[in-house]
């Protein structure tokens, strides 16, 4: 595909005190030089020396500041501020695309238009050094599921994994359609509000590739404040209208394979992106 019919892609990046990991994200973002990217960073006002690290990138950057905010979500609403492209979304300062990742992303909104948000199948997990340590698969998407918990793993209920945040874009007019702002009231859980939001008003498509990938990290918050986490989120599943499986269906779908779940009506066909070699270009199924 030529570099002229990419989308822009507006990417940003919010960091308080990680110099530790903030440069290797930059440069797995930097580095992959996509021809349309817009990439902002925004800096809590870090006492470390994360602000050296993003001087050294910033002629590459299309805004960066360092300063005292109310938070992660309100750094990433105001990073999108500064940005008008189509494609969006955020990468956390330990997280890493993965190299083909932006690339990838471009071409898929680019040739299917009827596509307005996209999250990999194949989320990763780096390590605190930055080894990848696992890729743990999901079978698909729908908004059944996610009104059911399925993507807010917790002891005792049925659930897939995570829809992981760094693996996940979409276009501005479904964020603008779906209040264009993160909800700050969720000190922890916005993006699963915003998730929940978005299937409101379309299909989230699966992507077969890695896209990106989470770093487990003794600091980060979901190693801190996993809890918490998971308590907003199921405030915003109740507030959606969602609630999980009960201790029968959590025991059912975890004896049933996916297809026989399709088979007995327990699961939707989910809209996935999806490669043939043989073909050599992206075809979107539903399975």
Known sequence: MSNRTLPTISLVTPSFNQGAW???TMRSVLD???????????????????????????PALTHWESQADAG??????TGFSHTDGEIMGWLNSDDLHTPWTLRTVGELFARFPEVEWISSLFPLFWDADGALTACEPLQGFSRRAMLAGEFLPTAGSYAQGFIQQESTFWRRSLWERAGGALDVTQTLAADAALWLRFSELTDLVGVTVPLAGFRRQPAQRTATAGATYRTQAEACLHAAGGQ???AWGSRLRRQL????QQRLGLRDLT???RYDPFAAQWRLERR
């Open 271 to 273: 809209p996935q992106l």
């Open 257 to 260: 394979t996916w297809h026989w």
């Open 72 to 77: 992660q979500y309100d750094a990433v609403n």
């Open 244 to 246: 999980r499986y009960g």
């Open 22 to 24: 903030l440069d290797a």
């Open 32 to 58: 992959q030089r996509y021809p349309a990217l817009q990439y902002v960073v925004m800096d809590g006002g870090s006492t470390d020396h994360s602000v050296t690290t993003i001087e050294r990138h910033a």
